[in-house]
């Protein structure tokens, strides 16, 4: 949380400060000059422009795919489906039997993108998944209608702090909050202690409102999604 406390102008915007800033405050990403602080390019490391470049393709690409809302949430099922273990058992319980998860994978199509999310598939489940997401195919695999992938906002933009404002990142957190939370109700946990009442997706009345909420937060995420591409492209532009 002390890294999401920290607020940032982002890069392009110089703060009106007379004395030097104490060094514990800067970092090689700032430049404090004629009383001006910000962010500077000056000196960035080849690997960091790799990373920049990296997760500004995979954003653009991204927001360029179809969206897909037919998944209902179905990976969180594949990833206890005919296992022995559960992965949050220490948290939450299933609210359903094995079996009865076992017969309902079994019965729907499973179409994840994500590969983060379909390294966690059980191996009885993998084969089922009418997809297989690579970690090098993310860039053309991943689509703006996937939960997983509009969570991955956040981490995108934690990894790019610097560079983007505090209020963009905040804005990312937030969604990337609301996502997790329908991300679980639709899973088969029982998590009613917790406040939160399960999507059903087991039934037809709770795919429709499963794919509601995709869709309403996916809009949430169109928008974040092209507020990181354009501020990195400000800084990919200044360094060329």
């Given at each position: 949380m002390g890294k999401l406390e920290q607020w940032h102008p982002g890069f392009g915007v110089l703060l009106e400060c007379e004395e030097a800033p104490?060094?514990?405050?800067?970092?090689?990403?700032?430049?404090?000059?004629?009383?001006?602080?910000?962010?500077?390019?000056d000196g960035m490391e080849d690997k960091e422009?790799?990373?920049?470049?990296?997760?500004?393709?995979?954003?653009?690409?991204?927001?360029?795919?179809a969206g897909n809302f037919g998944c209902f949430g179905m990976h969180e099922w594949a990833m206890v489906y005919r296992s022995g273990t559960v992965r949050h058992?220490?948290?939450?319980?299933?609210?359903?039997s094995?079996?009865?998860?076992?017969?309902?994978?079994e019965s729907?199509?499973?179409?994840?993108?994500?590969?983060d999310a379909f390294r966690f598939f059980t191996p009885a489940a993998r084969p089922l998944n009418q997809l297989q997401p690579t970690l090098d195919g993310r860039p053309l695999q991943e689509q703006p209608g996937c939960i997983h992938a509009n969570m991955d906002i956040y981490k995108w933009a934690f990894k790019c702090q610097t560079w983007?404002?505090?209020?963009?990142?905040?804005?990312?957190?937030?969604?990337a909050k609301d996502l997790r939370e329908i991300d679980m109700r639709a899973s088969p946990y029982e998590l009613s202690d917790y406040g939160y009442e399960p999507i059903a997706i087991e039934t037809a009345e709770g795919r429709r409102?499963?794919?509601a909420a995709q869709r309403a937060l996916a809009d949430r995420a169109a928008s974040l999604r092209q507020r990181l591409i354009s501020a990195l492209e400000r800084v990919v532009c200044a360094w060329r």
């Open positions: 104490r060094p514990e405050w800067m970092s090689r990403q700032y430049q404090w000059r004629d009383g001006l602080l910000g962010v500077t390019v422009k790799a990373r920049l470049h990296w997760i500004l393709s995979l954003l653009k690409n991204t927001a360029a795919q058992e220490k948290v939450a319980a299933l609210r359903l094995n079996e009865e998860i076992a017969r309902f994978v729907r199509p499973i179409r994840c993108t994500h590969y983007i404002t505090g209020e963009l990142l905040l804005d990312a957190f937030a969604l409102e499963y794919e």
